[in-house]
T-cell receptor
Framework: SQQGEEDPQALSIQEGENATMNCSYK?????LQWYRQNSGRGLVHLIL?????REKHSGRLRVTLDTSKKSSSLLITASRAADTASYFC?????????????FGGGTRLMVKP | KAGVTQTPRYLIKTRGQQVTLSCSPI?????VSWYQQTPGQGLQFLFE???????NKGNFPGRFSGRQFSNSRSEMNVSTLELGDSALYLC??????????FGPGTRLLVL
């Protein structure tokens, strides 16, 4: 079963607009990660935010984490057609016991030129 | 550094057969994890190997197994294939306990 849910399931925007995706999860986490997947290919790691962090930036990406609400959001600013992909949040609940990610259902983002 | 590689990239099998997929992690990474992705169930964790030992295991039947070699390369095996095993199988490697780097995946079709 999946740890979390992502909202919305699909998002369509125009190039240049901002895209916001949300992720909710159920249990305490060690960290939360966001990945991008293009057309059923491999996952590309975007950003990792630890449970003691509230916000993190990487280029046009901004991730927030609210552990009290068990939720995270990914903001892509000034979107480009190349950002068209599926975006997944994944939680790591293993504390010093290895790597085991639990993924949300993903948000399909379409950026129209 | 070269990324995670997976072979083969595509595979077609029939029900009842078995299949072996291979994953070569990023040089120096000792952790290799396997995930199954299907339209219905999404991305699900299969198992993780570290230093040739299975460290974590997901909720999959015993038909799914894996192993890791001394050079950290990993294989996963699925025996007695079922139609529902059709999926994209992703391998990921990690050097520590956090960021996992994924390979391009092996797309398995079971007929």
């Amino acid at each position: 079963s999946q740890q979390g849910e992502e909202d919305p399931q699909a998002l369509s925007i125009q190039e240049g607009e901002n895209a916001t995706m949300n992720c909710s999860y159920k249990t305490s986490i060690n960290n939360l990660q966001w990945y991008r997947q293009n057309s059923g290919r491999g996952l590309v790691h975007l950003i990792l935010i630890r449970s003691n962090e509230r916000e993190k930036h990487s280029g046009r990406l901004r991730v927030t984490l609210d552990t009290s609400k068990k939720s995270s959001s990914l903001l892509i600013t000034a979107s480009r057609a190349a950002d068209t992909a599926s975006y997944f949040c994944a939680t790591d609940v293993q504390w010093n016991a290895g790597n085991m990610l639990t993924f949300g259902g993903g948000t399909r983002l379409m950026v129209k030129p | 550094k070269a990324g995670v590689t997976q072979t083969p990239r595509y595979l077609i099998k029939t029900r009842g057969q078995q299949v072996t997929l291979s994953c070569s992690p990023i040089s120096g990474h000792r952790s290799v994890s396997w995930y199954q992705q299907t339209p219905g169930q999404g991305l699900q964790f299969l198992f993780e190997y570290f230093s040739e030992t299975q460290r974590n295991k997901g909720n999959f039947p015993g038909r799914f197994s894996g192993r890791q070699f001394s050079n950290s390369r990993s294989e996963m095996n699925v025996s007695t294939l079922e139609l529902g095993d059709s999926a994209l199988y992703l391998c990921a490697s990690a050097g520590g306990q956090e960021t996992q780097y994924f390979g391009p995946g092996t797309r398995l079709l079971v007929l």
